[in-house]
């Protein structure tokens, strides 16, 4: 697996939180604030995370020590005279972290922002990448192998 969570126990007091906050915001669905999809392909992982509404201006995205971290802000709309009467929106901060593995190329990280969607593309290591092994045939190398 090419994301990993380096401490069950911390994985799971994130999830819990996260849960917890959803109820408290009067979230039901998964993901919390930022949702996030990834896809492993041949060459890459990509990452997308749904920010609609946020400032691309606001987005931030850092990898340190393994770990990617995306950061977004959305700031409050209103005028002097409005009156909020429904909040379903969540405002503020926002940061989704993401533990890389070792077979990933984090000095090559790209990142994309278009409609509402942050794509992040994360290339695979040449030496994690699948290839094909060649099958000798009774050959000295294939006496070799056999001892």
């Known amino acids: 697996m090419l994301l990993t969570s380096i401490d069950p126990f911390v994985q799971e007091f ?3 939180f996260d849960r917890l906050s959803r109820q408290a915001w009067g979230q039901t669905s ?5 949702p996030m999809d990834g896809i492993r392909r041949k060459d890459d992982v990509v990452l997308r995370f749904d920010l609609p509404g946020i400032d691309p ?6 990898v340190d020590r393994g770990v990617l971290s995306v950061s977004a802000q959305r ?3 209103r005028g002097e ?3 909020l009467f429904v909040r379903e929106r969540p405002m503020g901060t926002f940061t989704r972290r993401v533990y890389l ?4 190329d984090a000095e090559a990280i790209e990142a994309a922002y278009s409609n509402g969607v942050l794509a992040v593309r994360i290339p695979v290591l040449e030496r994690a990448r699948p290839r094909k092994v060649e099958i ?8 070799a192998i056999k001892g």
């Open 81 to 83: 005279d409005d009156r």
């Open 136 to 143: 000798h045939h009774q050959s000295e190398q294939a006496k």
């Open 75 to 77: 700031e409050e709309e």
């Open 57 to 62: 201006d606001s987005i931030e995205v850092t």
């Open 101 to 104: 593995s070792e077979h990933l």
């Open 30 to 34: 998964g993901g919390g604030a930022m």
């Open 14 to 16: 994130e999830r819990q």
